[in-house]
């Protein structure tokens, strides 16, 4: 990502660019920046946007071939096609034939690196992965974005921000929209003011059925599934707090173990130092084996999902029975 913005600062933009991943924020975010640093995004002459599988590739290389209208250059949106997984036989021969005007950029959910397609952008051009960052960068993110709003807000609240909004970056900054308009009289944000505009139903019932799972309430734990399903909420994102929740308590087993103090352990695990002594106490009712089993049967869970071996639903279920058993 940061070579894309050095392109731009340095006005040295390759002719052709792939971004790729889970975090479609950023694929868009850089898209854009691409395309505005190349032509008006406005000009529909010389900006195309072209997106799905059923991508009519001779239409891609007639407009790709043409000379810009009265303009500097020529711009082609591609997403996700899936030429990156399965392309044409010597298709990258086709791009080679564009004028120097022409900049195509890619973006995509999946690529095989293996492929040729894949191989040959990377020799002719950049590509870039984009997938959500971790917690520390999301904190220093979701800041940057209260400072450009003239927002003050301190860590703890940035953190139960993140903590009960998710990593997915889109989500967070449509909801930071909302505490910046609830916010408005004010220049320092806090945590009831997340809550007051924020919090679900649904999350809040995420983190109570994460503390009967750690009290070994099974009853309680799948009443409280069943509810967040009920209102909707993704079997899935149920599964990433699970799975980060028990990766912290891992950690927090480890260091409590080699002596850490509150301050060092909310500095490793990403958390802020009031919430060590609930999380402490938790981890206490394992032993960093179990959590780490705990950790892995998430990760797992979440492959076979992947690779359909077992439903959403039910596979998180199991897996919440096994974990608040007694």
Not at 166 to 175: P, S
Not at 257 to 280: H, Q, R, W
Not at 294 to 301: D, G, L, P, R
Request: proline share 2%; aromatic share 10%; net charge negative.
């Amino acid at each position: 990502m940061n070579n894309i913005n050095k392109d731009i600062e340095s006005k040295q933009i390759k002719q052709f660019y792939l971004m790729y991943g889970e975090e479609d924020y950023l694929k868009g975010q850089y898209r854009d920046k691409l395309v505005k640093a190349l032509a008006d995004p406005e000009d529909k002459m010389n900006v195309n946007y072209f997106e799905g599988n059923g991508l009519k590739t001779e239409e891609v290389f007639e407009i790709g071939e043409t000379m810009p209208f009265f303009a500097d250059n020529r711009v082609l949106v591609l997403e996700n096609t899936g030429l990156f997984k399965k392309a044409p036989d010597e298709i990258e021969k086709r791009f080679e034939r564009f004028p120097d005007s022409t900049y195509v950029i890619f973006v995509e959910k999946e690529v095989d690196k293996r492929s040729r397609f894949y191989k040959w952008i990377v020799k002719s051009g950049y590509a870039s992965e984009m997938n959500t960052p971790d917690e520390k960068m999301l904190l220093t993110w979701v800041k940057g974005l209260c400072k450009a709003e003239n927002k003050k807000i301190d860590d703890a609240a940035i953190f139960y921000f993140v903590e009960h909004m998710g990593t997915d970056m889109l989500l967070l900054k449509n909801e930071l929209e909302k505490v910046f308009t609830y916010c408005m009289e004010k220049d320092r944000i806090a945590i009831d003011d997340i809550k007051a505009v924020c919090v679900s139903q649904a999350t809040d019932k995420i983190f109570d059925m994460l503390d009967a799972i750690g009290n070994h309430n099974q009853d309680k734990a799948l009443r409280l599934y069943r509810d967040l399903l009920a209102l909707r909420e993704p079997a899935m994102r149920v599964l990433y707090m699970m799975t980060r929740h028990f990766h912290i308590l891992m950690q927090i087993s480890a260091l409590v173990k080699e002596g850490k103090d509150n301050k060092t352990i909310a500095s490793v695990c990403g958390i802020p130092p009031f919430s060590v002594k609930k999380y402490a106490a938790q981890a206490a009712n394992y032993t960093y084996e179990e959590l780490k089993d705990m950790v892995e049967k998430c990760q797992m869970t979440d492959y076979g999902i992947k690779t359909g071996n077992v439903t959403d639903v039910v596979g998180v279920e199991l897996l919440i029975a096994e974990f608040a058993c007694d």
